[in-house]
């Protein structure tokens, strides 16, 4: 509650299971999804938890990544597992009930543009709707295993590959351009994890020993140097450009720039 300065733990012991994601509606209302399919939601500012959703039958591990929600009523939750069984959860009344989708890469994130229009990434795979949901559309993109995507306007939008490529659409994801890209056998490959965005210019790239800034919309990109590094695996940028990285072995580093 001081900006980063101190930490409490949250008591979520009747979870039991590795959190993946949160995302806050407000200052008490937020959400959180778990490894075992369960979706976690607060009313309190996270003082306590309940369990809303916890697996789908026959499918009792497999884990949830990225949870969004596009209003106070309308939300979505996606992931998957062994690269071939991916799933997107939707809610239209708060949380209160779920419905899903079974999709056939595992997916790692989900970002929603407005309440319409929204991505999902996985495993070779960038999934779009135009219907809220609805339906989802398989973009015409692959050579990765796509880990984050953010779009800074409805227009424009990227991606990262968990074997270290970077991707770009200005055209609402109709095409795709590679913006970087490393040599898969090389020894020291980056191990990309999140891409955040605070307009159209200034990103930011996050991922095993690296820190990325691009100040020209993904042209060019230079490590973030006097950080304590480990293995990132997410962020959140504040529109003043400071935020918080979170990664291995309980790291967390708080950053002004």
Not at 107 to 112: A, M, N, V, W
Not at 122 to 148: C, M, P, R
Not at 197 to 219: H, I, M, R, S
Not at 247 to 253: A, H, K, Q, R, T
Request: glycine share 12%.
């Amino acid at each position: 509650e001081n900006a980063g300065q101190s930490w409490q733990m949250q008591d979520v012991s009747e979870v039991g299971k590795m959190i993946f994601d949160v995302f806050f509606l407000n200052v008490d209302t937020g959400f959180a999804v778990t490894h075992g399919m369960k979706i976690l939601r607060t009313y309190n500012g996270g003082e306590t938890w309940q369990v809303l959703q916890q697996y789908v039958e026959g499918k009792p591990w497999l884990p949830l990544r990225a949870i969004q929600f596009v209003n106070d009523s309308v939300g979505f939750a996606a992931g998957g597992i062994g690269y071939s069984q991916g799933i997107i959860y939707k809610t239209t009344n708060g949380g209160n009930t779920w419905q899903y989708q079974w999709f056939e890469q595992e997916l790692r994130d989900i970002f929603f543009v407005n309440e319409n229009v929204g991505y999902a990434c996985g495993y070779g795979a960038i999934y779009k709707t135009f219907n809220a949901g609805e339906t989802w559309e398989l973009q015409n993109i692959h050579g990765d295993f796509f880990v984050s995507v953010h779009f800074p306007t409805a227009e424009t939008g990227y991606a990262v590959g968990n074997q270290g490529l970077i991707i770009k659409t200005e055209n609402a994801g109709e095409t795709w351009q590679t913006i970087k890209k490393v040599k898969a056998t090389s020894i020291n490959r980056p191990i990309l994890e999140d891409v955040v965005f605070v307009d159209e210019n200034v990103g930011y790239v996050a991922g095993k020993n690296l820190f990325w800034q691009t100040q020209d919309a993904g042209c060019s990109w230079q490590q973030l140097e006097d950080m304590d590094f480990a293995k990132f695996y997410g962020m959140f940028i504040f529109e003043n450009k400071n935020g918080f990285v979170v990664g291995e072995e309980g790291s967390l580093v708080r950053f002004e720039l």
